[in-house]
């Protein structure tokens, strides 16, 4: 049996659910955040209690982007009783990802806009606060509403990404907003180690620069690593990829 942690803040796995068609799979959906409780400390003790339905089961996990630090949240022992760990695009610190992705769409930009912006990168990067983060995000999204399209090297995957989430549950916003602010204030947990890790990582991912591979690599103790032919949803871009590790 394979447990799949699927990507970002908030996100509906119901997307991957559908585009991978691997009814036999159990994908893990992130909870709406509740008013009394932090984002965070809430997220564990909802991915603990999934987790326990099948612990006792031949189990294979699958890691996609925010999943990896989501099953950081397990215990060391639980997490060890897995018979694989096969991380996709693993997300190390959620901050750095993130300012990643918005310097390298900056860069493809010609409005003068995205050149102002981008000498002010490294002071956002540096501050990294809730404060100077959302304003500059808010810009960022403004001049480039489209910018998630560059998490695929594949357009037509794209397209497809996009028409499924039209008929998933839509994303539960203060969950979003509240997730996010919490992820830039957190700090990296040092992952688990298991004896059975695969990494694969995508050659076009923009939310991984070569030296952040290298960090990723050694976070998570790889037996095995890959880097495809794809961005930063290799398990869709290359059909049947998880049947080949």
Known sequence: MKLFFNHGPASNSEIEKQMMNRSEWVFYQQPKWSQDQTYLS??????????????????????????????????????????????????LDFFESITTMMKFVLEKNADSRAEEMLKRWPIIVKERSTESFFPYFQEFVTLEPNYFQYYFSKPEVFKLFIEHSKTAAPVHEPTLYKAVAELI?????????????????????????????????????????????????????????LDNF
Do not use: R
Request: with cysteine; proline share 6%.
């Open 42 to 91: 809430q997220l564990k003790g909802d991915v603990n209690e999934f987790f326990k339905k099948y612990e006792d089961q031949n189990i294979e996990v699958v890691a996609h982007s925010l999943g990896a630090l989501i099953i950081q949240m397990l215990p060391e022992v639980s997490l060890k009783k897995v018979k694989k760990i096969t991380y996709l695009s693993p997300t």
């Open 185 to 241: 204030n957190s700090t990296t947990p040092e992952f688990i180690l298991h004896e059975n890790t695969t990494l694969i990582i995508g050659k076009h991912d923009i939310l991984f620069e070569p030296s952040m591979i290298k960090k990723a690599k050694q976070a998570v103790c790889a037996q095995s690593f890959y880097e495809l032919d794809a961005a930063h949803f290799p398990h869709l871009e290359i059909p049947d990829l």
